[in-house]
């Protein structure tokens, strides 16, 4: 019997090539935290990147990978999965790559509920070509492309992934490390499409913008941390909770120690409270924030197509077969 394998044996030995401070160094290391601790093999593991600062990913996990063209990541890996359902894949991009170009894309694998983990960092800007403002970047942010600030309304990728019937999506901070790895383990464990949104601080182009809600300080009143079928507390001591307003129909904060009948249990299946909760800005839910399994797209796939890809015959033979006609 093999002896288990560590985070240091997900480690490559190329140079980590991001700025110094950046957060992806953290997402990296949480990553291969859990896939050691998930028990994952190496050459049963695929990372799939497009083009950003995230897509290096690859580079640096000692596993298969792929690094694509930009916004094509789930498209590769859609491919890779259906050829080799047996495959972990996992999904690296950013929200320049995956909302911008690679938008379509991301759309079609949440409704098909393909088998990939998709990492979404979320710094809301453009880092890797030099900080234009992003889909997710606020009104007023001023880049390069927006010197002025930007006047786009920017867009929610947990209302995109519900919209678009997404099957798992979840929240989580760069720097939590317990709270990351509980995230991560959740979506490999999903047998379909998990979205994992992590706010992710790019410190040249966009130092601090979560700064409101990821401070430690102020950590315990900013951030609702989700736990299925526990009430939603959050504040020094739990002192405060969420409540469903019925007439606004939209979630509010009270004092749970005087209220605790009103408190929100979280359920991890309701749709309608994960469209709420992704809407929530203070505070900020983090967590799984909906998971509803169904059958993977592969499954399915493989399950109409006997055969699966294996050929059949030959390519050129296949061109000849068919109907021609020839112009005079």
Same mark, same amino acid.
């Given at each position: 019997m093999s002896a288990a394998l560590t985070a240091k044996d997900f480690a490559t030995s190329q140079e980590v090539r991001w700025c110094p401070g950046c957060g992806d160094y953290a997402i990296l290391k949480a990553v291969t935290k859990t896939l050691a601790e998930v028990g994952a093999k190496p050459a049963e593991t695929a990372f799939i990147s497009g083009i950003g600062c995230a897509a290096r990913f690859p580079y640096y996990v000692e596993t298969y990978g792929f690094h694509g063209i930009h916004g094509r990541a789930p498209a590769i890996a859609t491919g890779l999965k259906l050829a080799n359902p047996e495959l972990d894949v996992w999904v690296v991009t950013g929200d320049g790559d995956s909302l911008s170009i690679g938008g379509n894309h991301l759309v079609h694998a949440l409704r098909r509920n393909v088998g990939l983990k998709i990492l979404l960092f979320n710094n809301e800007i453009y880092g890797l070509t030099k900080g234009q403002y992003s889909p997710t970047s606020r009104i007023g942010t001023r880049s390069p492309s927006s010197p002025g600030g930007s006047i786009d309304s920017p867009l929610?990728?947990?209302? !995109? %992934? !519900?919209?678009?019937? %997404?099957?798992?999506? %979840?929240? %989580?901070?760069?720097t939590d490390k317990a709270g990351l790895c509980d995230v991560l383990k959740e979506a490999h464990a999903f047998d379909g499409t998990a979205l994992a949104e992590i706010f992710q601080n790019c410190i040249v182009y966009n130092e601090d913008v979560f700064a409101n809600f990821t401070d430690r300080k102020q950590a315990a009143d900013t951030q609702l941390r989700l736990k299925h079928g526990e009430p939603m507390l959050f504040g020094p001591d739990s002192a405060k909770g969420i409540r469903f307003d019925a007439e606004a129909f939209s979630l509010e904060v009270i004092d749970a120690q005087a209220n605790q009948e009103q408190v929100l249990r979280h359920d991890q299946t309701n749709k309608v409270l994960a469209n709420l909760l992704v809407e929530l800005e203070s505070p900020v839910a983090l967590g799984v924030i909906y998971k509803n399994p169904a059958e993977s797209f592969e499954k399915s796939w493989h399950a109409l197509n006997g055969n699966g890809l294996r050929r059949s015959g030959k390519v050129a033979d296949a061109l000849r077969a068919t109907n021609t006609w020839t112009v005079t």
């Open positions: 929610s990728p947990g209302q !995109l %992934a !519900l919209g678009a019937g %997404a099957r798992f999506f %979840a929240r %989580a901070i760069d």
